[in-house]
């Protein structure tokens, strides 16, 4: 498959290259982490990285806006992103040819090419792996390391979850060789607004300690708007309360408008069959999924206990 996408990027003069919408330091390193190998690789080429613009991660890089007349004669790749519905800018059929590079199950395997290597950490990666199969035709700068290095960082949780492996380990060091500032970088990926900082501390005195070690918490909209904090920012909380002795498995609830988020995490218990339940999805561990009612709420709360009492 590798073989296959590599001729694919040779065969194209343009490639535009997308990732998941709410966008982290993964979906943003492996895009634009990729996009910089080829334009590095393959200087005649033109090389676009698009999607909606996330202001906390900027300091990645810039998102590219492109006309539509750009796509005609156009490979487009997706990176880290398992479904068609999450794919961030809509364009991305209109390119000549179509390839995924995820790491997450391949519920949905769209495009004409589908790379999926659930064994990874993160799309960034594979997407090291990818340059090191082609190292001798490939070329990696320092800010291809920077952003690669950055969405691994991202999705192992700086290399805490089971997801890392010791390929992720080997890999990794291949980007440190490069004098990026890494401590700038973790500064970034880590340094957390005043509004965020305070809200964290409602919900760490908040959540609810439920039996089998399930927990909960529920952030309704007025509570985020006094605390000046947005939706979308709050689910980069989900983690605060996860160093609770005897957690085991905890939904974040949050009201967005009409619908409630639910943010799914776990250090065990397998919850994204959960939030299939529900329309969502994700990883066995860290899932999310998007209801309607305090109804649908507390049944989920309901089930998520059930599911932490059958896991000893
Ligand atoms: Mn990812």
């Known amino acids: 498959m590798k073989e296959a996408i590599l001729a694919a990027i040779k065969a194209y003069d343009t490639i535009i ?9 993964d979906a943003y390193g492996s895009q634009m982490g990729l996009a910089t190998i080829i334009q590095a690789s393959f200087p005649e080429k033109q090389v676009f990285s698009v999607g909606n613009d996330e202001a906390s991660l900027r300091f990645l890089g810039k998102v ?24 961030s800018d809509r364009r991305y059929t209109a390119g000549k040819m179509l390839i995924k590079i995820d790491h997450h199950p391949n519920d949905e395997p769209y495009g004409d090419l589908v790379w999926v290597d659930t064994s990874a950490s993160s799309c960034s990666e594979m997407i090291v792996s990818f340059y090191e199969t082609f190292q001798e035709e490939l070329t990696l700068h320092e800010e291809a390391a920077r952003l690669l290095y950055a969405g691994i960082v991202g999705d192992t949780g700086r ?16 980007l440190v060789h490069f004098p990026f500032d890494r401590p700038a970088l973790y500064r970034h990926l880590y340094e957390q607004s005043l509004p965020m ?32 904090v947005d939706p979308r920012e709050a689910s980069g909380l989900v983690n605060v309360i996860d160093s609770a002795v005897g957690l085991k498995a905890w939904i974040m ?52 206990i059930a599911i932490c009492l059958e896991t000893v």
């Open 64 to 87: 590219d806006e492109i006309a539509d007349e750009l796509y005609q004669d156009a490979l487009v790749i997706v990176c880290d992103t398992a479904n068609t519905a999450r794919i």
């Open 197 to 228: 900082t305070r809200l964290a501390g409602y919900i760490l005195e908040h959540f609810q300690m439920e039996e089998g070690g399930a927990a909960t918490v529920f952030l309704p909209e007025e509570l985020l708007t006094r605390f000046e």
């Open 17 to 25: 290259l997308h990732r998941h919408v709410r966008p982290d330091p």
């Open 159 to 174: 290399f805490m979850y089971p997801s890392t492996t010791s390929e992720t380990f080997r890999l990794t060091a291949k």
């Open 253 to 304: 609830f949050i009201q967005e408008g009409d619908v409630i988020r639910a943010r799914l995490r776990s250090k065990g218990p397998v919850i994204n069959e959960l939030a299939k339940e529900y329309g969502g999805g994700g990883h066995p561990l860290a899932s999310g999924a998007t209801i309607h009612t305090l109804e649908e709420m507390a049944e989920m709360k309901r089930k998520l």
